[in-house]
C-alpha cells in the first residue's frame, strides 16, 4: 500500500521483462541467427516498452521522494495508491506512443512478403524507413531532457533541504543522487549503436562478441542498480528481506500464536 513500493516493484517489473527479452534474442541470435518479422516485432515491441518505462518510472521516484522531503504533511494527500497507478498508467501509455506510430508506418509500407520473412533482429532491421530512426532520437532527446530536469529540481530541493541536517533528507539526497547516476548508465542506451558501430570497427571479425559485451554494458550493468538504490538501502526492504530468507517469522505477522499462549 506504499506508494514507493510500488514504484518499485514496477521497475523490477520492467526490469525483469527486458533482461528475458535480452536474455532470449541474444541466446537465439546466436542459435539460429535470424528470426521470423512478425515473432521478432512481438520481442522489440515488449523490450523497447520495458527500456522507455525505466527512466520515466526513475524520474516519478525522485518526484516521491522530494514530496516526502520537502512537503511531509501533504505526502500521504498527493501520493495515494490510486494517483501511483494512474501514474504508471501515463508512462505505459508514454510509452505506447512513443512506438506504436513506426509499427503502423511499417504495416502500411512495407510489402507481405517482408513479414514472412526472416531477418537479424534488431530494431534498424524492422522499422527500416530512416524518418522512423529521426523520430526515435527525437522522442529519446525530450523523454531524456524531461527526465533530467526533473531528477535535477528534485535534487537541488532536496539538497536544501537537507541543510537542516535532518537524517532522511540526506538519506533522500543520496538516493536521487543515485537516481542520476543510474539514469546516467541508462543514458547509454542512446549511444548504443554508435558504440558498436565504433568497436566494430576496430574488430571487424568479432561482430557478434561486440554486440553481446556492449549489450551486457549498456543493458544489463544499469539494472544491476536497481536492487541496491531502491532495495538494500531501505531499512523496511532490508528487515522483511532478511526475515523471509532466514525463514524468520515475527510475532506480529500472526497474531493467533499470542492469542493460543494465553491461559
Known sequence: MNPRYILYIHLVINDIILLT????????????????????????????????????????????????????????????VKKTYIVIGVIWVLSTLSVLPD????????????????????????????????????????????????????YFRILFAAQAVDTDAKKARNTVLLHGFQLLLCMLTYVFHLMINSVTYMFPKEVMAVRFS??????VLP???????????????????????LCRTSTTTHPQRKILKRP
Open 21 to 80: 527479452i535480452f536474455t532470449l534474442m541474444h541466446v537465439m541470435s546466436y542459435i539460429v541467427f535470424t528470426l521470423n518479422v512478425c515473432f521478432c516485432i512481438v520481442l522489440l515491441m515488449t523490450a523497447i516498452f520495458s527500456n522507455l518505462n525505466n527512466p520515466l518510472t526513475l524520474a516519478v521516484m525522485a518526484v516521491e521522494c522530494y514530496i516526502a522531503i520537502c512537503f511531509p504533511l501533504r505526502h500521504n494527500q498527493i501520493c495515494t
Open 103 to 154: 509499427l503502423f508506418f511499417t504495416l502500411a509500407t512495407e510489402s507481405v512478403e517482408f513479414f514472412h520473412s526472416r531477418v537479424f533482429c534488431l530494431r534498424d532491421n524492422i522499422f527500416r524507413n530512416p524518418s522512423l530512426k529521426e523520430k526515435r532520437d527525437t522522442y529519446n532527446y525530450v523523454f531524456l531532457v524531461i527526465v533530467w530536469l526533473t531528477l535535477f529540481y528534485s
Open 214 to 219: 556492449i549489450s551486457i554494458f549498456v543493458q
Open 223 to 245: 539494472r544491476l542498480v536497481s536492487p541496491v538504490v531502491y532495495g538494500l538501502r531501505d531499512k523496511t526492504f532490508r528487515k522483511y528481506l532478511k526475515r523471509y530468507l
